[in-house]
């Protein structure tokens, strides 16, 4: 059993989702997509009612941020909700397969517990001493550190060597290149501010369907706000936040073809990345509702 009154650690995270599969084999099958640098199995739930392998999916993943813990808890709640609470969503499973990574950088999320609270990025060695890790937002291979990232290994938003030079954003890569085709909308947890924000984070410059992508994200803010939490700020990442290239979410639209494709700044402002265990509830029951309309989008649409 799962509660949203407490952060999971990444051995418990992966206990829980070894546990639905177990009760829930006609809905729930898991998958590593490979293993951190550190040897932790990545492993994406996929639940899936059934249906001929050819339905619409959405790919969920939260925590390339190691000290953002509200996006693993987020994904582990629509997890829960979809899979333990199937009997009240099953029309967000009955049309639609999820895959969901709950933990994209498990290695650092596991530094951010045991270490260093405010620990963002990869852990791996790297040039300068001292100074470890990449972040795994600045290391996809689309547009790679040509912008709002930094050459240097001591920064919290290190580009890296080279792109993709760090394992988890190769695994997440290949496994999204091997499902392209059925995955039509990408979401990435992250916290913190409040923000559904669409490519691009390269340019300010925004891609020729991005009146959809703004549109789109309408109603999945307004549920938000109809269930107790405030409204999103929407637009593109460079104009309404900053201009920082190599995400995950460009790299997916770019390169990977997910046309739908965003980067969910879950809140709040006040506490930051340190939010409360007693704030988890009501964090993610609210934005539970913004991906219910998500859901049935690509349910109607696809
Ligand atoms: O800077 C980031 O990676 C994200 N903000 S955070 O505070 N969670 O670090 C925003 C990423 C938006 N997307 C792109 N810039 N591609
Ligand atoms: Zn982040």
Known sequence: AISFDQYYRYDEINSYLEELAAKY?????????GKS???R???VIKISSGGSGTRPAILIDGGIHAREWIAPATALYVINQLVENNAANSALTDAVDWYILPV???DGYE???TEDRMWRKTVPVTPISGCPGVDGNRNFGFHWNEVGASDYPCCEDYAGEVAFSEIEARNLRDFALANK???????TFHSYGGYLLYPWGYTSELPPDWHTLQELAADPSLAHLNAGGDPFTIGSSTNVLYAAAGGSDDYMKGVAGIELSYTGELTDTYYGFQLPAELINETVTRFFESVRVFG????ENF
């Open 25 to 33: 084999p006609n809905l729930v099958t898991l998958e590593s997509i």
């Open 41 to 43: 199995d990545m492993v």
């Open 104 to 106: 994209l950088n498990p």
């Open 111 to 113: 530094y951010s517990h």
């Open 296 to 299: 049935s989008y690509v349910k």
């Open 37 to 39: 640098y550190e040897g």
């Open 181 to 187: 085709e059925q995955i039509k909308l990408y979401l």
